[in-house]
């Protein structure tokens, strides 16, 4: 268009004016050789003007380009997460779930920050001293309580544009996602509850250890008859702004089939950056159930321990056709949500050198779970069998 518009000016230009200089010929010699003359000058001027008229024109033209190729690379790279079959209905996508027999993923989003979300905490890792949460890196975890005169809105719609762009747009995870049937949904969104009430779908009992943060939840519809069908399975919450890494995304999307507790345990194994290997062998039901059973009796306690532990080991071994068994044990901290507990539970076995040395080999087979305390607080125990 730009060149168009350049060159009919210049040449609507030349026309009238040469048009006026032939009208003023006479038929004097010496005229006609000054109109030569004239002519020639005037020719010469046109043509360099044309030329110049004709490279701005091919500048415009380029630069327009240019432009335009920018600004489509641009929005590929934001929207190619969103080229994914994304729902946007709540209860569409769960009756699709069903009908497809496939796990629903739901991607709650900010698309603003949320101002009753903000940095109430600070995490921060000191050189390791005495302490049960050391990990192996040297370090110490603390979380410090921030003052409400200093709190701040969470930058959690920054935080989901980065996750989409440097994650989610990943080809490896558009492939897995092809698994799930997927939802996005602000982290907002409301729906009707039996009682035809607006209610906020995070503030819902099912959605509590999101903790009301944008991430990524699984809702399992794949395994009919299993205890967890229809129940929340698998959290990603963004806390304090912060968004899984593409390796720790890869990791839950891969997790093997189980309750929440049982996936979100397994999914902090393997997330530790020593990479333990204690969950690269075969998951028993039988000895997760073994495992279940004894955070349960831990969480009824309240005390942590390896009781009972050799008729729980005779029991494991026997349902996997023999084997030497061996257990690690963790507790969280009171209060804390399950994302972060069964994180610090891992961190805790990576400071003991006993625990260490189940958690870090491969197992024939394995089995994890944590369950929560009248005490608040998160019993985990890992079982294994060689």
């Known amino acids: 268009m730009a060149k168009t518009f350049v060159q009919k000016t210049c040449d609507a230009s030349n026309e009238t004016d040469f048009s006026d200089y032939i009208n003023s010929i006479d038929c004097g010699k010496s005229a006609v050789k000054e109109k030569k003359a004239n002519c ?10 044309m030329a110049i008229c004709g490279l701005f024109a091919v ?7 240019a ?3 920018e600004q489509t690379e641009g929005s590929d790279a934001v929207s190619t997460w969103e080229q994914a079959a994304w729902e946007t209905d709540y209860t569409a996508a769960v009756k699709k779930a069903k009908e497809e027999k496939k796990n629903l993923l739901i991607y709650f989003r900010a698309e603003e920050n949320l101002p009753n979300l903000v940095n109430a905490t600070e995490e921060s890792f000191v050189p390791r001293g005495n302490g049960r949460d050391s990990g192996g890196d040297g370090t110490i975890r603390q979380v410090a309580y921030i003052a409400p005169s200093q709190q701040r809105p969470l930058p ?18 558009l492939t897995k996602l092809e698994d799930s049937v997927l939802l996005c949904l602000p982290a907002d969104a409301e729906m009707e509850n039996e009682s035809g009430e607006s209610v906020r779908l995070l503030d819902q009992p099912m959605f509590r250890e999101m903790e009301r943060h944008p991430g990524l939840a699984v809702i399992d519809f794949e395994h009919e008859g299993k205890p967890y069908y229809e129940k929340l399975v698998g959290i990603l919450p963004f806390l304090r702004a912060k968004t899984p890494t593409l390796n720790q995304t890869q990791a839950f999307l891969n997790l093997p089939p189980g309750t929440l507790s049982q996936r979100t345990l397994i999914y902090a194994v393997r997330i530790h950056p020593d990479r333990p290997q204690s969950t690269s062998g075969q998951i028993s039901e039988a000895i997760t159930k073994e495992a279940t059973g004894h955070s349960q009796y831990q969480a009824r306690t309240g005390q942590l321990g390896h009781q009972n532990f050799g008729s729980r080991s005779s029991r494991a ?14 507790q969280g901290w009171a209060n804390e949500g399950l994302y972060e507990a069964a994180i610090g539970c891992v961190r805790a076995w990576r400071n003991s050198s006993g625990h260490w040395a189940s958690m870090k080999r491969s197992h024939r087979y394995y089995g994890y779970d944590m369950v929560r305390g009248r005490n608040n607080t998160w ?3 890992g079982l294994f069998v060689d």
């Not at 020639?40 to 003007?49: D, E, G, Q, R, V």
């Not at 500048?59 to 380009?65: D, G, H, Q, R």
């Not at 959690?156 to 995870?173: H, I």
């Open 40 to 49: 020639k000058k005037f020719l010469k001027k046109a043509w360099k003007s």
């Open 59 to 65: 500048v415009l033209v380029s630069f327009s380009i």
């Open 67 to 69: 432009v335009s190729a």
């Open 156 to 173: 959690l719609a920054r935080s989901c544009r980065q996750f989409e762009q440097s994650v989610l747009a990943q080809p490896d995870v």
């Open 317 to 330: 071994s026997a349902a996997v056709g023999g084997g030497g068994a061996s257990e690690i044990c963790a």
């Open 379 to 381: 019993y985990a125990t």
